[in-house]
């Protein structure tokens, strides 16, 4: 069993699971996570990368499925990460994704068998986000804000100065027609407050997923990603109007609009 390409661009939410913490994997399958990713890069110390991946391999065998987040290019455990995901045919989590000859050399080495999802987590990313999304075998963007945030100096979770990093895969993403792209995590595990502020934002600047470091997380990322009773009643009073609507309750209603209600219901 493998992720299909729709899974992915689907998914609200997105949960690690240690690649060394094998004891975690079936928990995480069971959480409710839209999509499980096995990581293999910065949950696992350097000398349990080979143990974690043959841990990961393994319960892959056992025909799970799951994202895997392989180790960057260049670094020691890259080839024997991507070796690992394509005899699996998993999807790839690509970390520090901005170099986009990188990713094409990794989508005509995959040829297809594993999509790519681009985790951009550097400045230099973010700047290509447009060439990311038109590299071959990328199916979808993620934000690495921790990663960002460091490099560039202000905290992970500052909403105002991560805004043009965000805004940019967004709009890099709608420009390629790519599903839009997966938010970072929250840090604050216990923090439902934050966590919810953070879903709010980002569904406010066109983001339609998350990434969670916690269980614990899923249910309020999944639950803040769907579309509210009152824009369901909407859409479906749209639709319901028929295609040539042009006002509705005092609100001109077009064609674009007519498509925003279809999204919202999955039609």
């Known amino acids: 069993m493998r992720l299909t390409r729709d899974q992915i661009a689907t998914a ?14 079936d928990k995480a399958t069971a959480s409710g996570a839209d999509v499980v990713i096995v990581d293999l890069e910065d949950a696992v110390a350097v000398d349990d990368k080979d143990r974690a991946r043959g841990y990961v391999s393994e319960w892959l065998e056992q025909g799970n499925a799951a994202l895997v987040r392989i180790n960057p290019f260049g670094t020691p455990w890259f080839e024997a990460d991507l070796d690992t995901a394509m005899r699996h045919g998993c999807p790839i989590m ?11 050399d990794l989508g005509r080495r995959t040829g297809g068998k594993c999509d790519l999802v681009a985790l951009v987590e550097t400045a230099a990313g973010i700047e290509r986000a447009s060439e990311v999304c038109a590299t071959a075998g990328v199916v979808r963007l993620a934000f690495g804000n921790a990663d960002f945030g460091a490099e560039v100096g202000v905290a992970p979770d500052d909403h105002l100065a991560m805004t043009y990093a965000r805004s940019k895969l967004v709009t890099a993403s709608a420009a390629a027609k790519l599903a839009p792209p997966v938010d970072g995590v929250t840090i604050s595990i216990e923090d439902t407050a934050a966590l919810s502020a953070d879903v709010k934002h980002a569904h406010r600047l066109g983001f339609t997923g998350k990434l969670c470091i916690h269980p614990s997380q899923v249910p309020v990322v999944a639950d803040g990603f769907a579309p509210s009773e009152s824009e369901r009643e909407w859409a479906r009073a749209v639709v319901e109007a028929g295609e040539s609507v042009t006002r509705m309750n005092g609100q001109m209603i077009d064609k674009p609009l007519v498509e925003r209600a279809h999204r919202i219901l999955g039609t």
């Not at 609200?12 to 994997?25: E, I, T």
């Not at 690509?94 to 094409?104: G, I, M």
Request: net charge positive; glycine share 4%.
């Open 94 to 104: 690509v970390p520090k994704a901005d170099s986009v000859a990188a990713l094409a």
């Open 12 to 25: 609200r939410s997105f949960l690690f699971v240690p690649g060394h913490r094998p004891d975690r994997f």
